[in-house]
């Protein structure tokens, strides 16, 4: 069965330092693998996503992720936080195929960013 | 993408009763997704939605106690029944458009 465990259930970090979330997944297959973002009262909105190829993911807000096969790992990583990134981060797995989806969430990780 | 909208976003409910959600997309999705999310929890895939087609519920969940109706490709309903405070959380509505997830904002029950 498919399984994302995302070790830190909240960090905190200063402005403008460097920021990495760890997630770590289990699945039998080549994985789908995304990270999610929930901002306070609000939906889930889709940071990132691999599903094959470049194991170095670009997204929205400046965010990366990169995939390792050997490390069955997907870290978001991000340079440089800004205040407006504190809220909740989400990562999934899970097969992704057209219709019928089965994606699998991690409990989350909640980043505080500290001035 | 796919813009959600959902209502209520919040309601506070005595046990016993029943909560219907409403999920409204801007545009027309083949199937609709609707998830829990309990306090300090991942997400927690309830039942998917297919338009003229019964809802297909994961274990633990059954109809009875989570009616879906989804009378058209851009609408669909959550109802919560018999409520007890073990159903206080925030209920998603979610759908996949062009290989995206998008999720509602999420409507937060609170049953006392």
């Known amino acids: 069965a498919q399984s994302v465990t995302q070790p830190d259930i909240h960090i905190t970090v200063s402005e403008g330092a460097s920021l990495e979330l760890r997630c770590n997944y289990s699945y039998g297959a080549t994985p789908y693998l995304f990270w999610y973002v929930q901002s306070p009262g609000q939906g889930l909105q889709l940071l990132l996503k691999y599903f094959s190829g470049d194991t170095l993911v670009q997204g929205i807000k400046g965010f990366e992720a990169e995939f390792k096969r050997s490390q069955s790992s997907f870290n978001l990583r991000k340079p440089s936080v800004h205040w407006s990134d504190a809220a909740e981060y989400f990562c999934a797995v899970g097969p992704f195929s057209g219709g019928y989806q089965k994606v699998t969430f991690g409990t989350g990780t909640k980043l505080q960013v500290i001035p | 993408s796919a813009v959600i909208s959902q209502k209520p976003s919040r309601d506070i409910c005595q046990r016993g009763t029943s909560l219907t959600i409403q999920c409204q997309v801007d545009s027309q999705v083949t199937m609709m997704f609707w998830y829990r999310q309990q306090p300090g929890q991942s997400l927690t895939l309830i039942a998917t939605a297919n338009q003229g087609s019964e809802a297909t519920y994961e274990s633990g969940f059954v109809i009875d106690k989570f009616p879906i109706s989804r009378p058209n490709l851009t609408f669909s309903t959550l109802t919560v029944s018999n409520m007890s405070p073990e159903d206080s959380s925030i209920y998603l509505c979610?759908?996949?458009?062009?290989?995206?997830?998008?999720f509602g904002p999420g409507t937060r029950l609170t049953v006392l």
């Open positions: 979610s759908v996949v458009s062009r290989d995206t997830q998008y």
